[in-house]
C-alpha cells in the first residue's frame, strides 16, 4: 500500500519508536494520523509541530473501552500501527512470578490482538488497508534475560501470522515488524549496538509500500533470520552467549 492519503492510526504515539512513525507518516503525505498515548498531554509536542494533521485520541491499549472508543473516533483509518509496548527487563525465573510476564502480555499481545478486533471492522469499510505489528528479534530468539518480554513478541508474531490469514479475505495486509536493539528509553540503560528509531521507521514504511509482510528492519534481525533457516541450534547457543556477556554487565534483578 502507498503510504501518502492514508489514514494512519499509531499506539504508543507520544515518545520513542510511536512518535518517529508520526513524524515519518506526516512526511510521508498521510491525510491524517491519530496519535494514541495513555496520558493524551504527552502528544502536545506532536500537535505543536504538525497541527490538525495529528489527532490525539487517550489509548491505553489494555482498555477494551479505549480500543471501541478509537475505532468509533478513527472511522476513516487505513492503517493501524500496534506500536505500543512494554519491557520489564526480565527473565522469567529470575521474575519469581507471573506479574511481569502477565503485564508484558496484556499489552504486547492483547494489546495488539484487541487493537486488531477494533479496527478490522474499520479497515474493511474503508478498503482492506493495512495492519503492522511491532515485533522484534526476540520474536525469533529468546534473549533470555528479557524472557518474559521475548515470550510475548514470539507469541506476538505468531498472533500476527494468523491474522494475515483470517483477514486476508477482507483485503487486509497484515505485516510485522522485527529489530534488534533500537535507541528509545525502553533500553535506555543498554549500552550495545542500537539502531535510530528513524532507520527502523524507513525500513517499516519502505516495507509496507513494497509489500513486503515480514519486514527485517535491521542487519541484527537479518543475521538472526538467516541462522534460524541455516543453523538453528547455533542461533541458540549464540543468544546464550549474548544472554551470558549481558549478566556480566547487568547481573540478574539489576536493570541501571
Ligand atoms: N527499543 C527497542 O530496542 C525495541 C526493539 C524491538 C522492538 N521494540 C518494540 O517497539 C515498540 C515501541 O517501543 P519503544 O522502543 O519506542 O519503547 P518506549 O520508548 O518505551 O515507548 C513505549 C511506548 O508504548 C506506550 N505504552 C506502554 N504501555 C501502553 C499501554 N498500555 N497503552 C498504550 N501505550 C502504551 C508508551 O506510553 P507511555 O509513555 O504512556 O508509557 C510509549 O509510548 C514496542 O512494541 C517495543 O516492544 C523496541
Request: glycine letters at 8%; proline letters at 4%.
Amino acid at each position: 500500500m502507498l503510504i501518502k492519503d492514508t489514514v494512519a492510526i499509531v499506539t504508543g504515539a507520544n515518545r520513542g519508536l510511536g512518535k518517529c512513525f508520526v513524524d515519518a507518516l506526516i512526511a510521508r503525505g498521510v491525510a491524517r494520523v491519530y496519535a494514541g498515548a495513555r496520558d493524551p498531554g504527552s502528544l502536545t509536542p506532536l500537535l505543536e509541530a504538525h497541527g490538525d494533521r495529528v489527532q490525539p485520541l487517550r489509548l491505553d491499549v489494555t482498555s477494551d473501552a479505549d480500543a471501541r472508543t478509537a475505532a468509533e473516533h478513527a472511522g476513516d483509518a487505513t492503517l493501524l500501527i500496534n506500536n505500543a509496548g512494554v519491557l520489564e527487563s526480565l527473565g522469567v525465573m529470575e521474575a519469581g512470578g507471573l506479574e511481569p510476564l502477565r503485564r508484558e502480555m496484556e499489552v504486547n499481545l492483547y494489546g495488539t490482538a484487541r487493537m486488531a478486533l477494533a479496527f478490522a471492522p474499520v479497515l474493511a469499510a474503508n478498503g482492506g488497508g493495512a495492519i503492522l505489528n511491532i515485533l522484534s528479534a526476540a520474536s525469533l530468539v529468546a534473549f533470555p534475560p528479557f524472557g518474559s518480554y521475548s515470550a510475548t513478541k514470539a507469541a506476538a508474531m505468531s498472533l500476527t501470522h494468523s491474522l494475515r490469514y483470517e483477514l486476508q479475505a477482507q483485503n487486509t495486509m497484515v505485516h510485522g515488524l522485527y529489530a534488534g536493539f533500537i535507541d528509545t528509553g525502553m533500553v535506555e540503560y543498554v549500552d550495545a549496538e542500537k539502531v535510530s528509531p528513524r532507520d527502523i521507521v524507513t525500513a517499516a514504511l519502505d516495507g509496507i509500500e513494497a509489500n513486503v509482510v515480514d519486514i527485517d528492519a535491521d542487519e541484527r534481525t537479518k543475521a538472526v533470520r538467516l541462522a534460524l533457516r541455516d543453523d538453528p541450534e547455533g542461533l541458540i547457543r549464540s543468544s546464550w552467549q549474548r544472554a551470558d556477556d549481558f549478566r556480566k554487565v547487568y547481573p540478574a534483578n539489576s536493570s541501571d
